[in-house]
Nanobody
C-alpha cells in the first residue's frame, strides 16, 4: 500500500505561481510512476503530467505548454508540481497518483492506470 498526501494548494491571482507537493509513504519502493491530475466541477479528471520514478522521464498534456513542471525528490519520496502563469481555467482540485507496475508512457495519461490516489488539494485562481 502507498499513501499519498498532497499539499500546497490555495488561492493565487492569475499569472501567479504555486508549487504542489505530494508525499508518498508506505510501500514506496514499488512505485513505477507518479502523476498529477486535476478535476474542475462538472468535468472529468484530467491528466496533467507524470514522471517515471527511476530515470525521471516525464510526460505532459498538451495544455501544459511549459507552464507546469513535474519533479521528484527520491530521498523524500515526494513529487512536486510547479505551476507558473496560472490562469483562471486552471482552478480545480489537484490530485497526485501512483502506479506500481511498468507501463507505456501513453498509458500514464489515463487515470485508470494508477493504483493509488491522494485526497486532492484545491487550487483557486482569481482574475
Amino acid at each position: 500500500q502507498v499513501q499519498l498526501v498532497e499539499s500546497g494548494g490555495g488561492l493565487v491571482q492569475a499569472g501567479g505561481s504555486l508549487r504542489l507537493s505530494c508525499a508518498a509513504s508506505g510501500s514506496t519502493f514499488s512505485t513505477y510512476a507518479m502523476g498529477w491530475f486535476r478535476q474542475a466541477p462538472g468535468k472529468e479528471r484530467e491528466f496533467i503530467t507524470a514522471i517515471i520514478w527511476s530515470g525521471g522521464r516525464t510526460y505532459s498534456a498538451d495544455f501544459v505548454d511549459g507552464r507546469f513542471t513535474i519533479s521528484r525528490d527520491s530521498a523524500k519520496n515526494t513529487v512536486y508540481l510547479q505551476m507558473n502563469s496560472l490562469k483562471t481555467e486552471d482552478a480545480a482540485v489537484y490530485y497526485c497518483a501512483a502506479r506500481s507496475t511498468r507501463s507505456t508512457g501513453s498509458r500514464l495519461f489515463n487515470p485508470n492506470a494508477y493504483d493509488y490516489w491522494g485526497q486532492g488539494t484545491q487550487v483557486t485562481v482569481s482574475s
